[in-house]
């Protein structure tokens, strides 16, 4: 192994402890508040978050870079943003406990090593949306403005704007009101 080599294993071991070490032990501990914590998420890398998000402790974050918050988002305890590609968070989106917004994926591979090559792709959460805790949004999907996605769902498609999503794969179960409160959705749903 030459030098180079050694050295760009190097930078790239340090980016993950960087990662582990600074965003996802210290930033993301309970000893951090959570107003604070988007401010710090910002400076490390991610210039797209708003010091009116709120990120709360035990969230993962995958990468430096990539992510983005609108003013009025919420990401819960304990959810994995893998980060492979962008995440964007619009005004008002929430996002429950344990969520995973899962951007990497990787193309079918022959029988010797069935993960192929990378195939990373973005995932956008409408203006206003909430994903219910344990849940799961899979690469290239965009939840629509005003959406609901149901506890414990796991998200394959785009949803459209104001829909209720429920289910593994999640499917599209009403089209809500604009202006329906959540009340009303919990006992109709």
């Not at 797209?48 to 009025?72: C, D, K, N, Q, Y």
């Not at 193309?107 to 909430?130: Q, T």
Request: hydrophobic fraction near 45%; include cysteine; charged fraction near 15%.
């Amino acid at each position: 192994m030459n030098f180079g080599k050694i050295i760009d294993l190097a930078r790239q071991e340090l980016g993950f402890l960087f990662r582990d070490v600074v965003i996802n032990t210290v930033i993301s501990s309970t000893l951090v508040p959570r107003t604070l914590r988007a401010t710090l998420v910002r400076l490390v890398g991610h210039r797209g978050v708003s010091s009116r998000a709120l990120i709360s402790p035990g969230v993962f974050l995958g990468a430096r870079t990539g992510l983005t918050m609108e003013p009025g988002t919420i990401i819960n305890y304990g959810s994995f943003l893998d980060l492979g590609a962008p995440v964007t968070m619009a005004e008002n989106a929430g996002v429950g406990y344990e969520v995973m917004l899962i951007t990497c994926s990787h193309e079918m591979g022959p029988s010797h090593r069935r993960y192929g090559v990378a195939d990373n792709r973005p995932i956008v959460i409408g203006a206003g949306a909430w994903v219910g805790s344990r849940a799961t949004i899979l690469p290239g999907v965009t939840v629509g403005a005003g959406c609901v996605i149901g506890v414990g769902s796991v998200v394959t498609a785009d949803c459209v704007d104001n829909g209720v999503y429920m289910g593994t794969p999640a499917r599209l179960i009403r089209i809500l009101d604009d202006a329906e409160p959540r009340s009303e959705l919990s006992a109709n749903a």
